[in-house]
């Protein structure tokens, strides 16, 4: 019979890409790994935006800088910005296009190579849209 393994247990040392992750479900899928599990290896989170620079401005204002993450920013104090660092890669991208819109082919390549699990919570949840 084969065992059943926790979410939990599962993500420990694995790389993950998220998709969505300014929106609700991924902003809370994204602060709950890293608070339950910090031993996962790396999480990318796939943010809409032309470039690297603006998707980390997105992922900096929108996701880790709401109040969501206080129980984790009180929890790693001032380790919160080098933990941050170290476990996540931010993306500029676009779901709806090809190879998920990454232009930076070594970014690409890199997480082509490194991925074990994508979590796509990324839609448009605009129910009139042609
Ligand atoms: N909210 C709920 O209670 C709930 C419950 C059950 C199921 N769901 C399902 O979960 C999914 C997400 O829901 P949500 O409430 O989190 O929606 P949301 O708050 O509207 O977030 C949608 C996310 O998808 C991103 N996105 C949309 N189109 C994209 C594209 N082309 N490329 C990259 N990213 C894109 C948005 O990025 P931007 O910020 O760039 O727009 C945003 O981050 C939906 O399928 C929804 O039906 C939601």
């Known amino acids: ?3 059943v393994v926790s979410a939990h247990d599962f993500l420990r040392g694995k790389t993950t890409l998220v998709t969505g992750v300014t929106g609700f479900i991924g902003k809370v899928f994204v602060e709950k790994i890293l608070r339950v599990q910090p031993d996962i290896k790396k999480l990318y989170v796939l943010i809409r935006a032309p470039n690297s620079y603006l998707a980390k401005q ?4 929108e996701v ?13 104090g ?4 080098s933990f ?5 890669i931010v993306v500029a991208g676009d779901v709806s296009l090809d190879n ?5 082919e070594n970014m ?4 082509m190579e490194e991925l074990d699990i994508i ?3 990324a839609a448009s949840t605009t129910f009139n849209e042609r």
């Open 100 to 104: 998920f819109g990454i232009k930076d």
């Open 1 to 3: 019979m084969a065992s």
């Open 84 to 88: 941050i660092s170290k476990k996540v």
């Open 78 to 81: 001032a380790e919160f910005g």
């Open 108 to 111: 690409k390549n890199q997480i």
């Open 58 to 61: 997105r992922f900096h204002n």
């Open 64 to 76: 880790i800088g709401k109040d969501l993450f206080k129980v984790l920013r009180d929890k790693l």
């Open 119 to 121: 979590v796509r919570t």
